[in-house]
């Protein structure tokens, strides 16, 4: 993951540990001043719901890419494709056996 996706995942856990913290408060806090820390915890869950929508977004991004790059270098290169999922099935296929 790049820096981006990484301070937006923990930005959210950030403000999913806070909205913890609030909801803890507002639990033991009585009246007006449990519904306004409970306000303040739903408010943050809201912001960690958008942000890592930000990150599943910028992973769904780069996944799409990177298969349209595979696709494309399997088109190029076919044989070099072939050999290179034959060595690796060749390689998976000597650990498993080693088991």
């Known amino acids: 993951m790049n820096t981006n996706s990484e301070t ?3 930005q959210s856990q950030d403000i999913l540990q806070e909205a913890e913290q609030l909801l803890l408060e507002a639990s033991q ?14 408010e ?9 929508v930000e990150v599943e977004q910028v992973a ?9 790059v595979t696709d494309e270098y399997v ?9 290179v999922a034959a060595a690796v099935g060749a390689l ?3 650990l498993i056996s080693r088991r």
């Open 8 to 10: 937006l995942l923990d």
């Open 29 to 42: 806090a009585g009246g007006k001043d449990a519904e306004a820390l409970y306000a303040r915890a739903v």
């Open 44 to 52: 943050r869950l809201r912001m960690a719901k958008v942000r890592l």
């Open 60 to 68: 769904v991004a780069k996944a799409k890419k990177a298969a349209k």
């Open 75 to 83: 088109h190029d290169h076919p044989w070099q494709a072939i050999g």
């Open 92 to 94: 998976v296929g000597m």
